[in-house]
Nanobody, 119 residues
Framework: QVQLVESGGGLVQAGGSLSLSCAASGSISSMSTMGWYRQRPGKQRELVAG???????TYADSVKGRFTVSRDNAKNTVTLQMNSLKPEDTAVYSCNAAGRTWRGLFNVWGQGTQVTVSS
């Protein structure tokens, strides 16, 4: 069974920075994509940033140039560095990971962490 544990998040003023980290544990044979999603108040969950095993990244237009996603394949961790934060970045951020164990494919979510940006 694969589990994700997130850390980071919290309260920051507009223009500030935060870093979110997510570590996957379990009998992982291979990890394909890892990424971060967020759900803002009254909105649907949306992809913020993703990264595949080869290091190719994808970002929501709203965060390009401000957020950076990276991963450590050896440790099965993914990090989201968030700079120049805006009040509209306030959301619950969740980590997602997909890959394969000896049992088969998996796609799992972290518990979510609150990010609040004050104006």
């Amino acid at each position: 069974q694969v589990q994700l544990v997130e850390s980071g998040g919290g309260l920051v003023q507009a223009g500030g920075s935060l870093s979110l980290s997510c570590a996957a544990s379990g009998s992982i044979s291979s990890m394909s994509t890892m990424g971060w999603y967020r759900q803002r108040p009254g909105k649907q969950r949306e992809l913020v940033a993703g990264i595949n095993s080869g290091g190719t990244t994808t970002y929501a237009d709203s965060v390009k140039g401000r957020f950076t996603v990276s991963r450590d394949n050896a440790k099965n961790t993914v990090t989201l560095q968030m700079n120049s934060l805006k009040p509209e970045d306030t959301a619950v951020y969740s980590c997602n990971a997909a890959g394969r164990t000896w049992r088969g494919l998996f796609n799992v979510w972290g518990q979510g962490t609150q990010v609040t940006v004050s104006s």
